[in-house]
């Protein structure tokens, strides 16, 4: 349990989940410390400098520190997978852990727990089987990725610190990622979905994924690699369906062939096609309460006028 005599360090504390999860923390008490690769100005929250290509942090952001929460790396959807881009996704998430692990190493702190991002990303395509944490890994670019993430955050282990990955699905938010780039055909009073649109989509609330976060750095037993997904993943045709009803709208839902995405999206086209029936059950053994378990819930909550 984090006290509000210590401090929680953030990475990627300006990100969609980061900025959240600071607030939150702030509300109950906890003081925030956040490294950035320029002076950024958090309200409320202490930032600190790193320089992760040069492997160097400022120290002092671990003063008081007793839990880490690593969120830091480069947006995996915001561009085409070019060779170029591809290395700044990796080196964003590797070499940021191998930072913190590194300097965790030379010094002496109070730093009892490590909770890391992850990413569904690892598992293949399983079509309507159930994929829980032990489930293969798949063999593109983006499972080698979060293989080799969790690998390096799993060293803290060997300091004694307790270490735990969050495999996030897909994120659910207005702000950012999935729901702002499918609601973009709106104007054209159209919804599209990939492929035939029956694979399973591992969706989760921007709230949750928050709550998850907290959950794991103040419940002990959360130790390991768990999913971040609510515990009801729907086919993608069907997750617009649920979107048009709560938009109540008149929408066209329409595919994109396969052969168009992989001509817009490159190598990322076999990934988006994926189906991924990911199980939220070893979280949900932990205590762990999702405030959104259903997609039409959570399409409530974000479009609803509050």
């Known amino acids: 349990m984090v006290s509000k005599q210590n401090s929680v360090l953030v990475t990627g504390a300006t990100g969609l989940i980061g900025r959240q999860l600071c607030a939150k923390l702030l509300r109950q008490g906890v003081s925030v410390h956040f490294l950035s690769r320029s002076k950024t100005e958090i309200e409320g929250c202490k930032g600190f ?3 992760v290509s040069a492997q160097k942090m400022d120290a002092k952001a671990l003063e008081g520190v007793t839990s880490i929460i690593h969120l830091a790396g480069a947006g995996v959807g915001d561009h085409r997978w070019t060779k170029r881009y591809k290395e700044t996704i990796y080196n964003s998430r ?6 913190l692990v590194n300097t965790l190493k030379s010094l002496d ?3 009892s727990s490590f909770i890391s991002a992850g990413a569904v990303g690892y598992y293949d395509d399983c079509g309507d089987n159930w994929i829980s944490e032990d489930a ?3 063999e593109e670019f983006i499972a080698r990725l979060c293989r080799d993430w969790e690998a390096e955050g799993q060293k803290v282990e060997e300091m004694g610190i307790r270490y735990a990955a969050l495999r996030i699905g897909l994120v659910l938010s207005r702000k950012a990622g999935f729901l702002p780039k499918t609601t973009m055909t709106l ?3 159209m919804l599209c979905y990939f492929g035939n649109g029956a694979h399973y989509y591992a969706w989760i609330h921007e709230k949750d994924v928050v709550d998850l976060f907290l959950h794991a750095i ?3 037993a959360v130790q390991g690699i768990y999913n971040a997904v609510a515990p009801n993943p729907v086919p993608q045709k069907t997750m617009l369906r649920e979107l048009r009803n709560v938009l109540g709208k008149s929408l066209l839902i329409l595919p994109v062939p396969t052969f168009a995405l992989r001509i817009v999206l490159g190598e990322m086209a076999r990934v988006v096609v994926f189906s991924q029936r990911v199980s939220a059950q070893k979280i949900l053994d932990t205590g762990f309460a999702f405030s959104f378990d259903k997609v039409n819930e959570a399409f409530q ?4 006028e509050k």
């Not at 590797?94 to 930072?99: M, Q």
């Open 49 to 51: 400098l790193w320089d």
């Open 109 to 111: 702190h109070k730093v």
């Open 301 to 304: 909550d974000l479009y609803t």
């Open 136 to 138: 293969v890994m798949a």
């Open 187 to 189: 104007p054209l009073r």
């Open 218 to 220: 103040n419940e002990p």
């Open 94 to 99: 590797i070499e940021s852990t191998k930072l």
